[in-house]
């Protein structure tokens, strides 16, 4: 698939290596795992050369060469051991600690510290500077959340770089210069990004520190576990770094595909749930009826009356009296269980979430994914921003918006509030509020009526281009601007641009379907990719950005009235004996309510897993909610729904248990458990069992790997799914299981980008991905 | 030969005979930084000529032919560099004329600027149709406030006059020019932090390769040439290749400006055919030394530049030569030190220029200046340890060639010179707690005298 990379050979200490063409001398040395000090470099960002730490000596040349800054060539004779080396590296470290203090015993870096490592494997052993050391005020703040202690900067750059190259905003600067040099910040321009917490990471030394880790822990305290992040629907990866029983901080777990080494400071910082003293640790019961107070209870008092009103209730009025809320919050897993403790358990398809329902969905049954990646962003030649807010919503993947920025792409933003890459952009449209469905419609208006379609789809389908033309006819961008107040010409124009595009992305909000004017957004914009061939690469696609950690995972889990794990719709029979044959059980096939219709006193039972309803609830829902038979809780905190419950059971966060989440675009993701869960509680899915036993199921299930296992059969487009074969880095769905590797490990074959034949035979078929990517052929 | 060349009338009269006057022809002639009074001296007439009569590849082999170096410092063959441009580019080429003139004892650029702006602005506009460039920057020195407005006011007259902007005197050739004016950084005479600091950021040296005659100015292939080296091209060009480069030696060719400063009694400027003898420039141009006193050393090619000797007074002031004595020809820069300077004084002088001046980009040059200036400064006044002065060797020695641009390598050149040839000296400072000369000298103690007789590096004391 990819081309096929131009090799350089050459041998570092003797040893040969072969390393693509262009790569620089310390990557060589990384592959073979031979140490070559740096401070300046990252490995994301362009050579600097600064730091004069990672000399090396090349055959032929007259000096010491910078292995950072020196690209490989064939036959190169690389040494890092000679004494000229060892000389060069020794004065470096000399130089960095003439200056820099030595109160390592109280420095938060101490113990992961670059300084301290490279002065012990490579530095001198005592500093011939017996003179007075430059001294500042100790630290001094550079944002609401970084400290920065200027005696101990060694003036890598890295940070300003960061703020300068990689995030394109104002930020951290150097100041002065010489040996007065120093990092500052801008009077104009205070340091407030949302990457901020990166240059923490980054800094060799502790001059950047942030302020929720200061004097809290040592390095060698902290227990260090890969997992993914749950902050957003972005799932950057993650080294969970937990110290007894709180998660400290989440450190970047580089993948390329999504996070590119980068992490926000939400998912970074944003910790304070899972530490809060406030979390539930035990369940709760009302024993004295409706109006009591909920007590403690032990777990099987709660379990046992769950079972035994659901059982009542469902007994007297049947399955349709019973529903679930589940969340976008828990595992694949979890939200898997939940739906099949609905439909197998107590026959019912009243399951659904918060923002379930999207009516993209009843037109087509598509599910409206992000067909293309986050990295696939990177060779887009345009990238459209409707109605959405990556910056604050998917941090990350504003980042890597702007990656693409710095590549050539040009970025087009349409949104009703000012965007934070307004100022990166090309063209900046504004329209009111709540009318992003009018803007979507105008652009398919002068692609249709403009006759600016082309590619395979319109040609092919050119009776569903006969249908657009007619249905988009009124909706002119001139007849736009006087809607929504748009400006008509940019917005022809743009609906020209993506016409003509190499390669367009147009992403949107979830939430703007959600908009009056947004019924048939999701739609509206799939067929404005279609028509102007932006679909089927990398660099061209159309998807909405998502709101939650696992947004995408709950619908894929079927967490959905209407709809199979997999999209298969209920009323699909063959789905449902599919489906039914791997549980072991009929299920309905009768849609069921949706989330508001749940709300609004559609059921006698309400089960709410991780969600909070009555917090946005409208005061007829609140009386509906307080109004039902039964309502039980599951969730970290005693939330306003979970105060109006009859049994609340206490659930853990992401990083005390296992599990898998899919993020926005399509990657299922390995999470694991960094901690022991909080006591007294337990993990959603321990809960979902202990339901279905209580209730009287056989689920035997002993792990989220045993869960995830059940998911790789029955649903299809994560067809052969397992904990191994994800990996560390995950695997966008629709998944088909690959050949094995030569060790044994079973392997998935991944979609990187949906092509519109998967999507059109998905919506023929329910998604039976599978088939359809085993139908495309190996190795494409 | 003499009938094509003027006397300079307007200089002080010197007892020497005529001596070739090129870059400084005319250059007191009063009025000629006006437009008119350059003109009737024969100004742009060169322009002229180079746009009639050459191809810009033509022009370029001229120049090629004439033998002319940089005058800058690292005296790199000017033709050479220009014929480095790729040929195709999808982005412009530039010119940019390195007016930054920075290095302690170098005033040439400046005079230059001051008196005859014309001949720079000549010099580029013939540049760029060589090099076929359409926008040249002429980046000026912040400080030098009165070359920038004399530079400025001689491009907006170029301009009034046709000489820049479209189809120049007919010729098809575009041009635009701009002048760029510092902020004041010693680095930014460096050709890729001069690049950075035009594009308006933070004056740091760019990694290299890729070089400016590929990646320069906005990323677009660029020339990049000091202010003498442009401001000779229209004598070049009018004189003719042979003419200019029967001056000087086999490899250095034609004449230079050289800045005579120190302790002699005419100190200046003085524009002599390369290869001529250091002695003649000191003692024949600049009178001799001041006051009678006696040479101590000599600064070749400004402050960046190894120390020599008095033994060295008959090297001839060429590229090789110089470089053969154990120095280099630099920047033209010629500092005399006369036998009451304390050496350690003036070396911690430059070294805290350097110190000063490092732009703090790469550690050897922020940190090892600092730590040498510490160490220079204790030694001077007397507190300094024997020690001191292999330290300072040994941390020259991880400054040099392992910093990121030469400016590091250029705050050694004075201290690891001075300690070859002053050792003494400088172990007097210790052991007298003291300078040897000069002001604040103070008599060496018994001991370290018999030491220093001795000539032994490592005196008795010390152990």
Redesign the interface.
């Known amino acids: 698939m990819a081309e096929q990379e131009e090799l350089v050979n050459l041998t570092i200490d003797g040893q040969p290596v072969s390393v693509p063409k262009g790569s620089v001398i310390w990557a060589a040395a990384q592959k073979l795992g031979i140490e070559v000090p740096i401070y300046c470099y990252h490995p994301k960002m362009e050579?600097?050369?600064?730091?004069?730490?990672c000399?090396v000596a090349v055959e032929k040349m007259p000096?010491?060469a910078t292995a950072c800054?020196t690209v490989v060539s064939e036959g190169m004779v690389v040494r890092t051991d000679t004494p000229a080396v060892k000389?060069?590296r020794q004065?470096?470290l000399?130089?960095?600690l003439?200056?820099h203090p030595l109160d390592c015993p109280i420095c938060d870096k101490g113990g992961e510290c670059d300084l301290q490592d490279f002065t012990l494997r490579h530095g001198p052993s005592a500093s011939?500077?017996d003179?007075s050391k430059r001294h500042f005020q100790k630290p001094i703040p550079v944002s609401e959340n970084i400290l920065l202690d200027r005696e101990r900067c060694?003036?890598c750059?890295r940070c300003m770089r960061f703020c300068q190259t990689v995030a394109m905003e104002d930020g951290l600067v150097?100041e002065?210069?010489?040996?007065?040099?120093e990092i500052g910040v801008n009077p104009d321009a205070p340091f407030d990004s949302n990457f901020s917490g990166n240059v923490v990471e980054m800094c060799p030394v502790g001059a950047l520190t942030a302020k929720s880790y200061r004097f809290v822990t040592r390095p060698w305290e902290l227990q260090k576990t890969g997992s993914v992040c749950g902050n957003c629907a972005v799932g950057c990866n993650v080294r969970v770094d937990v110290r007894v029983d709180k998660v400290l901080r989440q450190y970047s777990r580089t993948n390329d595909s999504i996070d590119d080494g980068w992490l926000c400071d939400r998912g970074r910082w944003d910790l304070d749930a899972i530490n809060s003293l406030e979390r539930l640790r035990t369940p709760l019961i009302r024993k004295g009826g409706k109006n009591s107070e909920l007590q403690p209870a032990s777990w099987d008092e709660a379990l046992t009356l769950i079972a035994t009103r659901l059982r009542e209730i469902t007994e007297r009025d049947g399955g349709r009296a019973v529903g679930g809320i589940g969340s976008t919050h828990t595992t694949n897993e979890e939200a898997y269980l939940f739906q099949k403790l609905f439909r197998a358990g107590l026959g019912s398809n009243n399951v659904d979430h918060r923002h379930g329902r999207f009516p993209a969905t009843e037109r087509n049954g598509l599910p409206w994914v992000w067909s293309d990646s986050i990295a696939g962003l990177e060779k887009a030649s345009h990238i459209v921003i409707l109605g959405a807010d990556p910056y604050h919503r998917q941090p990350i993947v504003d980042l890597r918006i702007r990656k693409a920025i710095r590549g050539g792409a040009q970025v087009y933003v349409v949104t009703p509030e000012p965007n934070r890459l307004d100022r990166l952009a090309t063209g900046v449209i504004r329209y009111q509020a709540g009318q992003t469905g009018t803007i979507a419609r105008a652009l398919l208006n002068v692609v249709t009526a403009e006759n600016l379609t082309r590619g395979d789809f319109a040609e092919k389908r050119s009776a569903s281009l006969d249908a657009r033309r007619t249905t988009v006819a009124q909706d002119t961008p001139e007849r736009a601007a006087e809607i929504a107040g748009v400006d008509a010409a940019a917005l022809r124009e743009l609906a020209r641009e993506i016409a003509g595009a190499k390669g367009a992305v147009i992403l949107y909000d979830e939430m703007a379907t959600l908009e009056p004017t947004g019924a048939n957004l999701a739609a509206d914009l799939l067929d404005l990719a279609l028509l102007t061939d932006n679909f089927g690469r990398p660099g061209a696609g159309v998807g909405p950005l998502l709101e939650d950690n696992n947004s995408l995972g709950a619908r894929d889990m079927g967490l959905l009235p209407d709809t199979l794990p997999g999209y298969r719709p209920v009323s699909d029979a063959a789905a449902r004996a599919a489906l039914g044959g791997v549980w072991n059980a009929t299920l309905p096939s009768e849609p069921g309510k949706s989330y508001d219709e749940m709300l609004s006193g559609g059921v006698k039972a309400l089960y709410v897993m991780g969600a909070n309803p009555a917090s946005d609830a409208t005061p007829q829902q609140l009386a509906a909610l307080n109004a039902l038979e039964l309502l039980v809780v599951q969730d970290m905190f005693l939330t306003e729904t979970a105060k109006r419950a009859t049994v609340v059971l206490p659930a853990v966060a992401y990083t005390e248990k296992d599990g898998t989440f899919t993020n926005t675009e399509r990657c299922v993701q390995v999470v694991r458990r960094a901690m022991q869960p909080l006591p007294g509680a337990k993990a959603d899915w321990e809960i979902l069992r202990g339901v279905a036993r209580a209730l009287g199921l056989h689920w035997a299930y002993l792990s989220p790997a045993e869960i995830l296992k059940e998911i790789g059969r029955a649903t299809p487009i994560y067809a052969g799914v397992t904990r191994r074969a994800l990996g560390d880095s995950g695997a966008r769905w629709p998944l088909v299981p690959g050949e094995r590797a030569a060790d044994g490990r079973p392997a998935l074959q991944s979609s990187p980008y949906l092509t519109w034949q998967m999507v059109e035979q998905g919506v023929a078929r329910g998604i039976a991905a599978g088939e359809l990517v085993a139908g495309r052929g190996r190795g494409e | 030969m003499a009938d094509t060349l003027d006397t300079v009338a307007a200089q002080p009269a010197l007892p020497l005979g005529p001596r070739p006057q090129i870059v400084m022809k005319n250059i007191f002639a009063p009025g000629i930084d006006q437009i008119e009074t350059y003109r009737k001296h024969g100004g742009y007439q060169a322009l002229e000529k180079a746009l009639r009569q050459f191809q810009p590849d033509e022009l370029l082999e001229e120049v090629k032919k004439s033998g002319l170096r940089g005058r800058g410092g690292a005296g790199f063959a000017t033709g050479m560099k220009w014929s480095f441009l790729p040929p195709q580019s999808p982005k412009p080429r530039y010119l940019c004329v390195n007016c930054d003139e920075s290095e302690p004892g170098t005033f040439k650029d400046r005079m230059l600027m001051e008196l005859n702006p014309h001949q720079l602005v000549e010099g580029a506009i013939i540049t760029s149709y060589a090099t076929k460039v359409h926008h040249a920057f002429i980046y000026v020195r912040g400080e030098l406030a009165l070359a920038g407005r004399q530079v400025e006011r001689a491009i907006r007259e170029a301009y009034e006059a046709g000489f820049i902007g479209k189809n120049i005197l007919g010729s098809g050739f575009d041009l635009e020019m701009t002048i760029s004016r510092g902020a004041g950084?010693y680095?930014c005479g460096e050709e890729s932090a001069l690049l950075e600091s035009l594009e308006g950021k933070?004056g740091y040296p760019r990694?290299k390769p890729p070089f400016p005659a590929v990646v320069g100015l906005y990323g677009g292939p660029t020339v990049i040439n000091n202010c003498e080296t442009v401001a000779t091209v229209p004598a070049i060009v009018t004189l003719g290749a042979d003419t200019y480069g029967a001056y000087g030696t086999e490899k250095s060719k034609g004449t230079r400006i050289f800045c005579l400063s120190g302790h002699v009694q005419r100190p200046g400027n003085y524009e002599l055919p390369l290869g001529t003898p250091m002695r003649t420039l000191i003692e024949d141009y600049g009178g001799g030394m001041r006051n009678g006193k006696k040479l101590k050393a000599i600064i070749p090619g400004g402050s960046s530049t190894f120390i020599l000797g008095p033994d060295k007074l008959d090297t001839p002031l060429d590229f090789e030569s110089v470089a053969a004595a154990g120095s280099m020809l630099g920047s033209g820069g010629v500092i005399v030190l006369d036998e009451d300077t304390c050496i350690v004084g003036a070396v911690l002088r430059m070294t805290e220029f350097y110190?000063?001046?490092?732009?703090?980009?790469?550690?050897?040059c922020?940190?090892?200046?600092?730590?040498l200036v510490?160490?220079l400064e204790?030694l001077e006044h007397g507190d300094g340890k024997a020690s001191d002065i292999d330290?300072l060797n040994d941390i020259c020695?991880?400054i040099s060639?392992?910093?990121?641009c030469p400016l590091g390598d250029a705050a050694t050149s004075s201290i690891t010179s001075s300690i070859k040839l002053f050792r003494d000296e400088y172990l007097h400072h210790v052991y007298a707690h003291g300078c040897l000369v000069g002001p604040h000298a103070k008599p060496a103690p018994a001991t370290a005298r018999e030491t220093n007789q001795s000539r032994q590096s490592t005196p008795v004391g010390a152990r």
């Open positions: 050579p600097l050369g600064a730091c004069r730490m000399f000096k010491l800054t000389k060069a004065g470096t000399e130089f960095l003439i200056n011939r500077f003179l060694i003036a750059q150097m002065e210069r010489g040996f007065r040099t | 950084a680095i933070r990694l110190r000063d001046e490092s732009c703090g980009k790469c550690t050897p922020r940190e090892g200046t600092f730590w510490q160490l204790r330290l020695d991880n060639g392992k910093s990121f």
